[in-house]
């Protein structure tokens, strides 16, 4: 089993939807990660969060929110999804002292139409 | 504001033909520079972390290597499986996220 998981792996749905995408870790790792990558854009962060009662936006957080439900567990919301939401979003994690070491999920494919 | 630019965009390379990508940054005060190979359809693939200038890392056909301004990532005698996008990021003495660049897609043809 991966050490990250993210469901769902693919999404399609309509704009105006509330989708929900979710992580899971078994690293142990404090720091979790939600980045979305668009084709020419790179990685960019959206939400990131130190543990469990510390939550932090990223440079692209508006229209997304985020749930730390437990150590292992991070999801992220798109309350009403629009079309220029498209893209394929990952979830990291990381540990101390090697913060920057980032363990990825497989990504999630998500299209609004 | 945190910048890294990598160059090239896209690299095609005949197999055994050695070559060096580029990672240019701006941080406020570097913790650390990260490189990540990202297969198609996969999350990206932690390589290696550099520290302060002059520092050196090395696995298989792969060398990073880190000044004040910039990095390189020097692929020595690549095979068709070395193909990838290569991604560099850097992180702040903040310990903040990471900020990563564009990358660059490497095609190594047999």
Redesign the interface.
């Known amino acids: 089993d991966a050490d990250?998981t993210q469901t769902p792996r693919n999404r399609i749905t309509k704009t105006g939807k509330r989708i929900m995408l979710e992580c899971s870790q078994t690293k142990g790792h404090d720091r979790m990660?939600w980045?979305r990558q668009d084709p020419?854009?790179?990685?960019?962060?959206i939400y990131?969060s130190f543990d469990v009662k510390d939550i932090n936006k990223?440079e692209i957080s508006d229209g997304y929110s985020v749930s730390r439900q437990a150590q292992a567990k991070f999801s992220l919301s798109l309350e009403s999804a629009i079309p220029n939401q498209t893209a394929l979003y990952?979830c990291?994690t990381s540990g101390t002292p090697?913060?920057?070491?980032?363990?990825?999920?497989?990504?999630s494919r998500l299209t609004v139409l | 504001e945190d910048q890294v630019t990598q160059s090239p965009e896209a690299l095609r390379l005949q197999e055994g033909e050695s070559s060096s990508l580029n990672c240019s940054y701006t941080v406020s005060g570097l913790r650390g520079l990260f490189w990540y190979r990202q297969d198609p359809g996969k999350g990206p693939e932690f390589l290696f972390t550099l520290y302060s200038a002059g520092e050196e890392k090395e696995k298989e056909r792969l060398k990073a290597t880190l000044t004040k301004k910039e990095s390189f990532l020097h692929i020595t005698a690549p095979k068709p499986e070395d193909s990838a996008t290569y991604l560099c990021a850097v992180q702040a003495n903040s310990g903040y996220a990471l900020n990563f660049g564009k990358g660059t897609s490497l095609l190594v043809t047999p």
């Open positions: 990250v990660y980045y020419g854009l790179g990685l960019r962060l990131y990223g990952f990291a090697n913060t920057g070491e980032l363990f990825f999920g497989e990504g």
